[in-house]
């Protein structure tokens, strides 16, 4: 089936549960804010700056651990959004950001095959390669350079986003590939085993034995608590140990 390329990436957030976006407009990311705008199971605020996009998404995760989508669109649009993504990554927080970009080939990355080598720095008219400066703060960063790769990168940053530890993802599209028309039945997939594997091991028996011990060993105990406990679910479970065990907490 083809479908505009904007359409399958809202498609997939729906699809992925996402209920919300929050968005600055911008004509690189027109194709986007077309598509997410007018999608029947996704509501978009209209903030009045990225930053206010990427602290809304960061404080909606943390109500419920669940993700907003952040649309932005290229050059400033995208840096104006880096301090709510990197106190996502600093606090574990998943988002998943897309930001429009100018016309691939009017990008820095396509021009470099003319250039012998040299980098320049733009292009485009409000051009920026925002993957340089998200990916110290993303999970994963990546600028669609192929419209074929969009699912791969959709399922691949979806899935990073929300296994091991959480934080912020980051898609780049550009704005003539977002207009573009895609063959969806031909889309190549993501297979998670191929960052499953870098994944720590689970918690065992072992380890909670050891923590029982001390508690037990302990003469003023006391328990220092992270939010990786209301990431991983366990508030309620971690609240019934406190009542029973009549432990001080404290909390960062």
């Not at 051009?127 to 790769?149: F, G, H, N, Q, R």
Request: charged share 20%.
């Amino acid at each position: 089936m083809k479908q505009r390329l904007a359409d399958y990436v809202a498609d997939f957030l729906a699809a992925h549960g996402v209920t919300d976006v929050f968005s600055v407009v911008g004509g690189g990311a027109m194709h986007l804010n077309d598509a997410l705008g007018h999608h029947p199971a996704l509501h978009v605020t209209y903030n009045h700056h990225e930053q206010a996009c990427a602290m809304a998404a960061e404080a909606y995760a943390r109500l419920d651990n669940h993700i907003a989508a952040v649309c932005v669109t290229t050059g400033p649009g995208g840096t104006n959004a880096l301090t709510g993504v990197l106190g996502g990554w600093l606090d574990s927080i998943p988002m998943f950001v897309i930001s429009g970009q100018v016309r691939y080939d009017t990008t820095a990355r396509y021009a470099m095959q003319y250039t012998d080598g040299w980098p320049l720095r733009a292009v485009g008219d409000q051009e920026y390669d925002i993957v340089k400066s998200v990916a110290p703060m993303t999970k994963y960063a990546v600028m669609i350079e192929d419209p074929a790769t969009i699912r791969y990168h959709l399922e691949r940053a979806w899935h990073l986003a929300t296994t091991g530890r959480p934080g912020p993802v980051w898609l780049d599209i550009p704005v003539n590939f977002q207009g573009g028309y895609i063959e969806t039945d031909t889309l190549g997939g993501y297979d998670p085993a191929e960052d499953d594997a870098r994944l720590p091991p689970p918690v065992g028996e072992d380890v909670i034995q050891t923590v029982l011990d001390k508690i037990r060993k302990a003469k003023r105990p006391v328990f220092h608590a992270g939010y990786g406990i209301r990431l991983s679910g366990g508030y309620e479970a971690f609240r019934s140990v406190l009542e029973k065990l009549q432990i001080p907490v404290v909390t960062y």
